[in-house]
């Protein structure tokens, strides 16, 4: 299972971000999955998760700002970052569970300048 993640980068307050992860050997379409963020200095928190219909939730810190989705088709998940604040600035990861194991991607960072 491969997880890679991309389209991290710099950005001011208040705008936008699309980030991408790319799956492979894995069956894509009936996998959870989720993105994950770690700031400098702090421990890795879930920012949400997306099922496998489609549902997904949010932290309470990204609701109604982040959006996360998956195209089966292209075994691609995404996350939206809209109205992006310097508290957002972090390494990003996708993460699934398959086989009683945890899989990463390999991170992409955001930074939000004030």
């Known amino acids: 299972v491969q997880l890679q993640a991309s389209g991290g980068g710099f950005v001011q307050t208040g705008g936008s971000l699309r980030l991408s992860c790319k799956a492979s050997?894995?069956?894509?379409?009936?996998?959870?999955f989720g993105w994950y963020r770690q700031a400098p200095g702090k421990q890795r928190d879930l920012v949400g998760s997306i099922t496998s219909s489609g549902s997904a939730n949010y932290a309470d810190s990204v609701k109604d700002r982040f959006t996360i989705s998956r195209d089966n088709v292209r075994r691609t998940l995404f996350l939206d970052m809209a109205s992006l604040e310097p508290e957002d600035t972090a390494v990003y990861y996708c993460h699934t569970f398959h086989r009683d194991r945890n899989f990463w991607g390999q991170g992409t960072l955001v930074t939000v300048s004030s």
């Open positions: 050997g894995i069956h894509f379409g009936i996998n959870t």
